[in-house]
């Protein structure tokens, strides 16, 4: 019997130290959720961006390109594009890129569909050149478009 005694302390220090080393590993594997999770976001949140940023830059390309005409609206922060009698016009408000189709010669930036959410837009035009450059949170990418 008295060496039942001591085996009874034995199992209690031996089932705490379980829960113990359970709880250790629980924890140790929060914290590396928790890590994995900050910097998931942390990429996720540059990608979009950087993606945002150069997917307006080639849609507006695309359209300036694709267009028979041109006009820089909006003190530079839109544009006009003239294509067999429509017109697209795209322009920064409100942190987005907005589009609208009109068929008149209306040239006003408002209305429209929210097409990117960017930060800023600017468009200028040098020695035949269309300079487009949006930025994204920090990040900001151009493009030049030559001649019309």
């Given at each position: 019997?008295?060496?039942?005694?001591?085996?009874?302390?034995?199992?209690?220090?031996?089932?705490?130290?379980?829960?113990?080393?359970?709880?250790?590993?629980?924890?140790?594997?929060?914290?590396?959720?928790?890590?994995?999770?900050?910097?998931?976001?942390?990429?996720?949140?540059?990608f979009d961006r950087s993606f945002t940023g150069s997917a307006s830059l080639r849609y507006l390309s695309?359209?300036?390109?694709?267009?028979?005409?041109?006009?820089?609206?909006?003190?530079?922060?839109?544009?006009?594009?003239?294509?067999?009698?429509?017109?697209?016009?795209?322009?920064?408000?409100?942190?987005?890129?907005?589009?609208?189709?009109?068929?008149?010669?209306?040239?006003?930036?408002?209305?429209?569909?929210?097409?990117?959410?960017?930060?800023?837009?600017?468009?200028?035009?040098?020695?035949?050149?269309?300079?487009?450059?949006?930025?994204?949170?920090?990040?900001?990418?151009?493009?030049?478009?030559?001649?019309?």
């Amino acid at each position: 019997m008295d060496g039942r005694r001591g085996a009874g302390k034995s199992d209690i220090v031996g089932t705490i130290g379980s829960m113990l080393l359970f709880l250790v590993f629980t924890v140790c594997m929060l914290v590396i959720i928790a890590a994995a999770a900050s910097t998931y976001a942390g990429i996720s949140s540059g990608f979009d961006r950087s993606f945002t940023g150069s997917a307006s830059l080639r849609y507006l390309s695309n359209k300036i390109r694709g267009a028979e005409s041109y006009e820089i609206i909006e003190d530079g922060t839109g544009i006009a594009a003239v294509n067999g009698g429509i017109t697209c016009v795209m322009y920064y408000s409100d942190g987005g890129l907005y589009e609208k189709n009109v068929s008149s010669e209306e040239r006003t930036a408002a209305g429209g569909d929210k097409i990117f959410d960017i930060d800023g837009l600017k468009i200028t035009e040098n020695n035949g050149l269309c300079e487009i450059s949006v930025s994204c949170g920090e990040d900001s990418s151009s493009v030049f478009i030559g001649g019309r």
